[in-house]
């Protein structure tokens, strides 16, 4: 059986697109959070708070660690499986990718050491300013990133000649028409996806009675986030699906299983697509429902899949489900941030087992649902790399074989692997340590311990006695700095 290197490759940069993403998505939120919360601390001096942000410093660092690393791989592919599209698309996509790295990366190096390590080495104030470079340098990243992106969507203020892409309007191609409702949809996934984590992690440490007063607030502002933006995602993704059905119409057909172009058509809650048949099998539909969503008019009309030749059409099953996927999940979370409010009463979210269960799990469905979205939108696409212009088989690299694509498969597969639990190790032990304060004293049996202990580990005593027993001696930290 040989080996086809088209499809191999495309499952591989699928792959490594889909591990990388989730990083990011995670990390652009929560550095904005850190940066509310050095704010808030900057304005109060309110000690709780920095010790949230402290706390969270150290799970953005792992996680935005291991996205570094995930994200240098995406660039090598463009080289090793994609050059013949890599050198079409020179013009435009290097530039841009390039623009990222300046005006994003930079600013992220540079204060991240701030914000890092330099908290009782900087005022508080230029502390509080690095966390919000930081911040704002996640977003400028992922504007470049998306422009890039939506470009192959939307391909604008270009022309090919002699095979190549030639720019002929910069701010026509980076403001394409996708560009601004993809970027504003990804960027509340972002907020959402670090508002349900800091929202699982906060009742995690509820249930178990660990700093309840500390993530009792972390929760809380969490919830009214949630309450905001949960309901604005919808009525943001209403308006993507309108800008794909305009600039996409086939997609659109793939993600609702419509086949035939037709007026009223039923919205599939569910169906067995039969891209062989071009046919649906076991259909359960609401009448012009998705004529009603798509164009705001119960009879309004919605392209099909048949307008184009069974190749141009993209792989339907997975489109269709990815989608239904991400609106479920979208769906989930506007009744968990209405649930938050409605719980509202005599600080019902912060004690209710099944509330903070629930938070528990919703931690985890934002991830799956910037990861279906992604699905949808990229899956989507094919066969176009260049939506309409320019194919996946035109953009692979000649000399590639199958057994090589198969073989750097499997190695990725194996290093992200070991990453992605090397990460998740650390992780685990940020999470079991908490926020709570520590000492570097001896332990219960007066031993000095190797890692910083919480507080709760110590037994202290009233007496001057008992409690210089427990501290840590100036005689002792001379002691250990000279054997150091």
Same mark, same amino acid.
């Given at each position: 059986?040989?080996?086809?290197?088209?499809?191999?490759?495309?499952?591989?940069?699928?792959?490594?697109?889909?591990?990388?993403?989730?990083?990011?998505?995670?990390?652009?939120?929560?550095?904005?959070?850190?940066?509310?919360?050095?704010?808030?601390?900057?304005?109060?001096?309110?000690?709780?708070?920095?010790?949230?942000?402290?706390?969270?410093?150290?799970?953005?660092?792992?996680?935005?660690?291991?996205?570094?690393?995930?994200?240098?791989?995406?660039?090598?592919?463009?080289?090793?499986?994609?050059?013949?599209?890599?050198?079409?698309?020179?013009?435009?996509?290097?530039?841009?990718?390039?623009?990222?790295?300046?005006?994003?990366?930079?600013?992220?190096?540079?204060?991240?050491?701030?914000?890092?390590?330099?908290?009782?080495?900087?005022?508080?104030?230029?502390?509080?300013?690095?966390?919000?470079?930081?911040?704002?340098?996640?977003?400028?990243?992922?504007?470049?990133?998306?422009?890039?992106?939506?470009?192959?969507?939307?391909?604008?203020?270009?022309?090919?000649?002699?095979?190549?892409?030639?720019?002929?309007?910069?701010?026509?191609?980076?403001?394409?028409?996708?560009?601004?409702?993809?970027?504003?949809?990804?960027?509340?996934?972002?907020?959402?996806?670090?508002?349900?984590?800091?929202?699982?992690?906060?009742?995690?440490?509820?249930?178990?009675?660990?700093?309840?007063?500390?993530?009792?607030?972390?929760?809380?502002?969490?919830?009214?986030?949630? @309450?905001? %933006?949960?309901?604005? $995602? #919808?009525?943001?993704?209403?308006?993507?699906? +309108? *800008? !794909? &059905?305009?600039?996409?119409?086939?997609?659109?057909?793939?993600?609702?299983?419509?086949?035939?172009?037709?007026?009223?058509?039923?919205?599939?809650?569910?169906?067995?697509?039969?891209?062989?048949?071009?046919?649906?099998?076991?259909?359960?539909?609401?009448?012009?429902?998705?004529?009603?969503?798509?164009?705001?008019?119960?009879?309004?009309?919605?392209?099909?899949?048949?307008?184009?030749?069974?190749?141009?059409?993209?792989?339907?099953?997975?489109?269709?489900?990815?989608?239904?996927?991400?609106?479920?999940?979208?769906?989930?979370?506007?009744?968990?941030?209405?649930?938050? @409010?409605? %719980?509202?009463?005599? $600080? #019902?979210?912060?004690?209710?087992?099944?509330? +903070? *269960? !629930? &938070?528990?799990?919703?931690?985890?469905?934002?991830?799956?649902?910037?990861?279906?979205?992604?699905?949808?939108?990229?899956?989507?696409?094919?066969?176009?790399?260049?939506?309409?212009?320019?194919?996946?088989?035109?953009?692979?690299?000649?000399?590639?074989?199958?057994?090589?694509?198969?073989?750097?498969?499997?190695?990725?597969?194996?290093?992200?692997?070991?990453?992605?639990?090397?990460?998740?190790?650390?992780?685990?032990?940020?999470?079991?340590?908490?926020?709570?304060?520590?000492?570097?004293?001896?332990?219960?049996?007066?031993?000095?311990?190797?890692?910083?202990?919480?507080?709760?580990?110590?037994?202290?005593?009233?007496?001057?006695?008992?409690?210089?027993?427990? *501290? !840590?001696?100036?005689?002792?930290?001379?002691?250990?700095?000279?054997?150091?």
């Amino acid at each position: 059986m040989e080996l086809d290197p088209l499809l191999l490759s495309r499952i591989q940069f699928a792959f490594v697109v889909s591990f990388h993403a989730i990083f990011p998505v995670f990390t652009i939120g929560l550095a904005s959070y850190i940066a509310c919360l050095e704010g808030i601390y900057y304005k109060t001096g309110n000690k709780d708070w920095e010790r949230l942000s402290k706390f969270w410093i150290q799970v953005f660092a792992v996680v935005f660690g291991m996205g570094v690393v995930s994200g240098i791989v995406m660039a090598f592919q463009f080289g090793t499986n994609w050059s013949n599209f890599a050198y079409t698309a020179a013009n435009f996509l290097g530039p841009v990718l390039s623009y990222e790295v300046v005006t994003a990366f930079f600013l992220e190096a540079a204060f991240l050491g701030v914000l890092l390590f330099g908290r009782d080495k900087v005022p508080q104030g230029i502390h509080f300013f690095s966390a919000c470079m930081v911040a704002i340098g996640t977003f400028i990243s992922s504007f470049w990133i998306l422009s890039a992106n939506s470009w192959m969507h939307t391909p604008q203020g270009f022309e090919f000649r002699d095979g190549l892409v030639y720019v002929t309007s910069w701010s026509e191609a980076i403001f394409n028409p996708s560009l601004a409702p993809r970027f504003f949809h990804m960027a509340i996934a972002s907020f959402l996806t670090g508002g349900f984590v800091v929202a699982g992690v906060s009742a995690w440490y509820l249930l178990r009675k660990r700093d309840v007063e500390l993530h009792r607030k972390a929760l809380s502002m969490t919830l009214w986030l949630l @309450l905001i %933006l949960a309901p604005t $995602q #919808a009525v943001v993704g209403d308006l993507h699906g +309108l *800008n !794909t &059905l305009e600039h996409q119409p086939m997609k659109v057909a793939a993600m609702e299983g419509n086949w035939e172009t037709s007026e009223g058509v039923p919205l599939l809650l569910f169906a067995i697509p039969d891209q062989e048949n071009q046919t649906n099998r076991f259909e359960v539909a609401i009448p012009k429902l998705a004529s009603f969503i798509l164009t705001h008019d119960w009879d309004g009309e919605v392209p099909g899949l048949n307008e184009v030749a069974p190749e141009e059409q993209p792989p339907v099953a997975i489109v269709f489900w990815a989608f239904r996927v991400m609106v479920g999940i979208g769906l989930l979370m506007i009744l968990v941030a209405f649930t938050g @409010l409605v %719980l509202r009463r005599k $600080q #019902a979210y912060a004690h209710t087992p099944w509330f +903070l *269960n !629930t &938070l528990r799990y919703m931690a985890v469905t934002p991830f799956i649902a910037v990861l279906a979205g992604w699905f949808v939108t990229e899956i989507g696409r094919a066969p176009w790399l260049i939506y309409g212009e320019f194919t996946h088989a035109e953009g692979l690299t000649p000399s590639l074989t199958g057994g090589m694509a198969l073989f750097t498969l499997i190695g990725y597969i194996l290093v992200y692997a070991a990453i992605f639990g090397a990460g998740l190790y650390y992780l685990m032990r940020v999470l079991r340590t908490g926020a709570e304060q520590r000492t570097y004293g001896y332990d219960k049996a007066g031993k000095r311990p190797k890692r910083p202990l919480s507080i709760a580990d110590a037994d202290w005593e009233e007496d001057a006695d008992e409690e210089s027993k427990w *501290n !840590t001696t100036a005689q002792d930290k001379a002691e250990e700095q000279g054997a150091r």
